[in-house]
């Protein structure tokens, strides 16, 4: 089966740094992306890890060990648009990708 | 660029009808996937399709068919709609995986 774990809710304030993580449980597994999601609006992409290590992408940085089977998405500076859902999905190769449940952040003044 | 197209945006149904979504995408994408999102949740894969030709059940198929149309176009069907289907759903397409373009959605609800 494929499974994967990101906590339901996170709370952080203006100007901070918050970090959203993700482990996972599938039967392949070739890459962990993240999904930013407004309420109201639809997913779009932030970042895509296929290889150990972190990636940085302006204000967002993500992480990825395969060994561990884990991830994490760092937000820095936080701003108040960034109050949003924020899912992580492994690319399972068969162009299959599946979501997490998603981490509701509220950022906070 | 409109990118990935869904149609129509809001939909109520009544228990029993049926209706098709329809979903179009300008970026010469192999891959084309329809999900489903509850309050709350995250989304669930309905079906995909690798390639033109292709289709495969994903995580939650049951009361769905689809079709790929052509590259540009793949529908979503709902024979019987049930309460049970009442959710927003979301096309969309990648080309390799990594990376998926989603539309805008549409609300259906199933009274």
């Known amino acids: 089966g494929q499974s994967l774990e990101q906590p339901s809710e996170v709370t952080a304030v203006e100007g901070a740094i918050v970090q959203i993580n993700c482990t996972y449980q599938?039967?392949?597994?070739?890459?962990l992306s993240w999904y930013q999601q407004h309420d109201g609006g639809a997913p779009t992409f932030l970042s895509y890890?296929?290889?150990?290590g972190l990636e940085e992408t302006g204000r967002f940085s993500s992480f990825l060990s395969r060994s561990d089977s884990y991830g994490y998405l760092l937000l820095q500076e936080l701003q108040m648009k960034d109050s949003a859902s924020y899912f992580c999905a492994t690319y399972t190769g068969g162009f299959k990708t599946i979501f997490g449940a998603g981490t509701r952040l509220f950022v906070k003044a | 660029n409109a990118g990935v197209t869904q149609t129509p945006k809001f939909q109520v149904l009544k228990t029993g009808q049926s209706m098709t979504l329809q979903c179009a995408q300008d970026m010469n994408h192999n891959s084309m996937y329809w999900y489903r999102q509850d309050p709350g949740m995250g989304l669930r894969l309905i079906y995909y399709s690798a390639s033109e030709g292709t289709t495969d059940k994903g995580e939650v198929p049951n009361g769905y068919n689809v079709s790929r149309l052509n590259k540009r176009e793949f529908s979503l069907r709902l024979e019987s709609a049930a309460p049970s289907q009442t959710s927003v759903y979301f096309c969309a397409s990648s080309e390799a995986g990594q990376e998926a373009f989603f539309g805008q959605g549409t609300r259906l609800t199933v009274v």
């Open positions: 599938t039967s392949g597994f070739y890459g």
């Open positions: 890890n296929a290889l150990d």
